[in-house]
């Protein structure tokens, strides 16, 4: 996954080299495209050298190699050890002058230039002509066109790379710290696609890192929409999933902040402006759906608290339906994106929806959509976990959904005694949850039969939850057969079970 860090470590620190060249003769290259700006921004860059080129129309090198070396020394300039060493100095030859001189005349172009005159410049010589136009005031043309020419000659090593990249990684810079328009950096990103510069990061999320890390939001969306109405190409992702693509990654830049809503208004809005986002962005928003469904549910549990605690009074019907249409819109967003994926994808993303989509309902606490996904997860090759099961069927026991529990109860009793106790403890968990407590008192009493001990805290919460309805509708069965099994198994000690009928006036007691 690459980061803002990736591209600081690629941009040294350039400063300006110190030369200093009026020529006012320049003529408009046609097989590049580079905006007008990049004549005029610095290009700072770390060198001991330094070169002064006579101030006439024309420019020539008048003065003896070693007196320009001298000169070049005196100028503003630091480290460029990694490019350019002091011992370069005394292999600086005839050639280098002329090649800048000719250059800079731009009479003819600069491949041929450098053709005629290949054989005469080393490759730390050719490293520095590249440094010297793309500074302040020069042809930053010439510095892309001999990059393409040293490209083809094969030319190109990795120091000549590194060095190219971080040119243009300080161009790129310039332009965003300069407020210039978005489309001109997508312009030089175009530029450096023409002239075969390849990084080995990509200089999409490294320009949406620097528009994020100066609180450019906007300005970032604004690029993700250039990048993809001019369809420049962009890494795909890869088997693991990492992020291919400029929506995507935006999109992962709003989830590591929270703002998972905003990434999913940002994909779908994508999406539905005609623009064609990359499939992983699809995912990347589900996963946002799934974290803003999770925060929610955490949200509602903690009102319901309070709720409880008598901190704040009852939600009105009102409050209940805004919640209920939230939770569904959000779902709604994600099957929206689903769909995306299952209709523009690989067959192979299916299983990788499909868990989304489990995730979603389960937060949402949708226990029949969630136990679809299980059987679609499985339709597709991918298994889910069996304690996915296990929480669907939590779900599931919650809303009373008995066909579900049928189904996902199926084939329990082949597992071994430490999966049974899981599955049973889930469901009994699932329906305290959602208040049954005949069912909850059946389901102690199957673990039981089977040789199971439920929870210490389930036992007590379904025997509470008995005890709460016989004050209410005085009925004791349940309550009664519950104590004795729990006391057949000495979960329990002796007790006395007592009522008053009020009716009758009569009190009723039973020892267990």
């Known amino acids: 996954m690459a980061s803002a860090h990736g ?79 002091s011992d370069d100095e005394d292999e600086m030859s005839e050639g280098f002058f002329e090649a800048i001189e000719e250059l800079e005349r731009m009479t003819r172009e600069p491949s041929d230039v450098l053709e005629e005159m290949n054989d005469r410049l080393s490759a730390r010589e050719l490293q520095l002509v590249l440094v010297y136009f793309s500074q302040e005031g020069r042809d930053s043309w010439c510095a892309l066109e001999v990059f393409e020419w040293l490209r083809k000659e094969n030319r190109v090593d990795k120091e000549t790379m590194d060095l190219m990249v971080s ?20 312009d030089l990103l175009v530029d450096m696609d023409c002239v075969g510069l ?16 100066m609180e ?24 693991d999933g990492h992020k291919g693509g400029p929506t995507g990654y935006l999109a992962w830049k709003m989830m590591v902040e929270g703002n998972y809503r905003g990434a999913v208004k940002l994909v779908i809005h994508l999406r539905e402006s005609g623009l064609k986002p990359e499939i992983y962005s699809y995912l990347i928003a589900m996963t946002a759906v799934v974290k803003e469904l999770n925060e929610f549910a955490k949200a509602l549990r903690k009102l ?35 769909n995306w994926v299952l209709q523009e994808g690989r067959s192979s993303l299916q299983g990788v929806v499909y868990e989304r989509l489990l995730a979603m309902y389960i937060c ?31 779900i599931c026991a919650s809303k009373k959904e008995a ?23 889930w469901l009994l968990r699932g329906y305290i949850k959602g208040s049954h407590f005949d069912d909850a008192s059946e389901t102690i009493i199957k673990m039981l039969d089977l040789g199971l001990c439920p929870g210490y805290l389930d036992r007590a919460a379904v025997l509470q939850g008995l005890r709460n309805r016989i004050q ?29 009928m009020k009716k009758y006036k009569l009190w009723i007691v039973k020892t267990i």
């Open 364 to 394: 949402a606490g949708r226990g029949l959509e969630a136990e679809r996904q299980l059987w679609e997860m499985k339709v597709v090759g991918k298994e889910a976990d069996r304690e996915l099961y296990d929480i669907v069927l939590a």
């Open 7 to 85: 591209f600081a470590s690629s941009l040294m620190s350039l400063t300006e080299l110190g030369f200093t060249l009026s020529s006012s003769f320049s003529i408009q290259r046609s097989r590049l495209i580079v905006p007008k700006f990049f004549r005029s921004f610095s290009v700072e860059y770390c060198s001991r050298l330094a070169i002064t080129i006579c101030n006439h129309q024309n420019p020539r090198f008048v003065v003896p190699k070693r007196d320009r070396i001298r000169e070049f020394r005196l100028f503003k300039s630091v480290e460029l050890d990694q490019f350019l060493t």
């Open 216 to 239: 450019e939001n906007d300005k970032a969306v604004l690029f993700v929409k250039e990048v993809l109405r001019r369809e420049i190409a962009y890494a795909e992702d890869d088997a």
């Open 198 to 213: 390849k990084p080995s990061f990509s200089m999409i999320e490294k320009v949406i890192s620097l528009y994020w890390e």
């Open 304 to 338: 319901k608290g309070f709720t409880k605690s008598g901190l704040i009074a009852e939600l009105d019907a009102e409050n209940v339906e805004l919640i209920e249409k939230y939770q569904s819109n959000l779902l709604a967003d994600g099957v929206c994106l689903s």
């Open 472 to 500: 209410q509708t005085g009925n004791v069965e349940t309550y009664l057969k519950l104590c004795k099994h729990l006391s057949d198994a000495n979960l329990i000690g002796p007790c006395l079970v007592y009522l008053y």
């Open 403 to 425: 066909s579900a529990i049928s189904r996902l109860l199926t084939g329990m009793e082949v597992t071994s005694s430490i999966r049974r106790k899981k599955t049973l403890s």
């Open 167 to 186: 040119i243009m990684c300080s161009w790129v810079k310039k332009l965003i710290e300069g407020e210039h328009d978005v489309g001109d950096v997508v």
